[in-house]
C-alpha cells in the first residue's frame, strides 16, 4: 500500500492554549532547547549574520537620504530624531521577513526536522504580514517600557510568540497578538523565568566587556563574547521553538499507510497549518 501524507500536530494546540490547559517545565525547555542547540546551531548562525549584514546594508541606504549616518547621530543625540526613527522602521520592514524565518528553524528543531540557512528566504511569501506584525509588536512593547519598565517586560514576553503565529498557522497580525496574549497569560511567571535565564547568560557575556574595555584585554573579551553568542542566540530561537510547540502546537506532514502514526502528540487535522477559528 503507498504511503500517503497526512497532517499532524505536534504539541499542544490553539483550543487548549486559549483555556491554559498547558505545561511549561522551565529547566525542560531550556535542557531540550540547549541539546537542539548542540545539534544544529551552525544554520541559525549563518542566517543571523545575513540578517545583520543586510541590515547593515539597509541602514547605511536609508540614512543616506537624511544627510548620512553621523548626521542621523548627532540629530539623535541632541534632540528626538525622526530620522533614526524611520531609518528603524525601514530596517524593521526590511530584516523581519528573514527573521521569521530564523525563527522558524527553531520551531522545526523542535520538532527534530533539520534546517538550512537557506530557510530564512522560505517564508518571505507572508513577508508583509511579519513586518506588519513586529512592526505592532515594537509598538506596544515600547509603549509599555515609556509606562513603566514592568508593563514593556511583561508585554514582551506575551508577544514574543507573535511571528510563528503568523507564519505557520497563517494569521494576520492582530490575531496572533490577540492569541498570544490569551495563551501566554497564563504561563507568564514561567516564561519570565525562561527568558529571564537568557537574558542573564546575554549579561555573563557582556560583564567581561565592561570590565576589561579600556585594558589590554578587551580584545579577548570581545572574541569570547561573539563565541558565546553563537551559542546565546541559537538557543534562544530554540527556545521559542519549544515554548510555541508546548504551547500553540506544531502542524507538519507525516508519510503513513495505516492509521497508527508514532509522534509525540498526533492528532488529525483538515486545515493546512492554520486554525479555522483564527485563519488569515
Avoid at 536609508?62 to 531609518?87: C, K, P, R, Y
Avoid at 547568560?201 to 584585554?217: C, K
Amino acid at each position: 500500500m503507498p504511503e500517503e501524507k497526512r497532517t499532524v500536530s505536534i504539541g499542544g494546540s490553539v483550543e487548549q492554549a486559549v483555556k491554559g490547559e498547558y505545561s511549561i517545565d522551565v529547566k525542560a525547555v531550556l535542557s531540550e532547547a540547549w541539546q537542539h542547540t548542540l545539534k544544529s546551531r551552525m544554520s541559525i548562525n549563518l542566517a543571523i549574520l545575513f540578517v545583520l549584514f543586510f541590515g547593515m546594508i539597509v541602514s547605511f541606504i536609508a540614512s543616506s537620504f537624511f544627510g548620512g549616518i553621523e548626521e542621523v547621530i548627532n540629530d539623535a543625540q541632541t534632540n528626538s530624531s525622526h530620522a533614526l526613527q524611520m531609518i528603524n522602521v525601514i530596517v524593521t520592514i526590511a530584516v523581519w521577513p528573514f527573521i521569521a524565518g530564523i525563527e522558524m528553524m527553531g520551531v522545526y528543531h523542535a520538532i527534530n526536522k533539520p534546517t538550512q540557512s537557506k530557510m530564512m528566504f522560505s517564508f518571505l511569501h507572508r513577508g508583509s504580514w511579519v513586518a506588519l506584525c513586529a512592526l505592532l509588536t515594537s509598538l506596544l512593547i515600547n509603549i509599555g517600557f515609556q509606562l513603566l519598565i514592568i508593563p514593556g517586560m511583561f508585554l514582551a514576553v506575551l508577544l514574543s510568540l507573535t511571528i510563528p503565529l503568523v507564519v505557520e498557522k497563517k494569521l494576520t497580525p492582530v490575531q496572533a497578538i490577540i492569541l498570544s496574549v490569551k495563551a501566554l497569560r497564563f504561563k507568564i511567571m514561567s516564561l519570565m523565568a525562561i527568558y529571564a535565564v537568557l537574558l542573564i547568560a546575554l549579561i555573563s557575556l557582556l560583564l567581561p566587556i565592561a570590565l576589561l574595555m579600556t585594558s589590554s584585554l578587551a580584545p579577548i573579551a570581545i572574541m569570547v563574547f561573539l563565541f558565546g553568542l553563537t551559542y546565546l542566540a541559537p538557543w534562544y530561537y530554540n527556545v521559542k521553538g519549544v515554548l510555541y510547540r508546548e504551547i500553540f502546537g506544531i502542524y507538519t506532514e507525516e508519510q503513513s499507510n495505516d492509521v497508527g502514526v508514532n509522534s509525540p502528540t498526533n492528532k488529525d487535522s483538515d486545515h493546512n497549518g492554520s486554525d479555522d477559528t483564527f485563519s488569515a
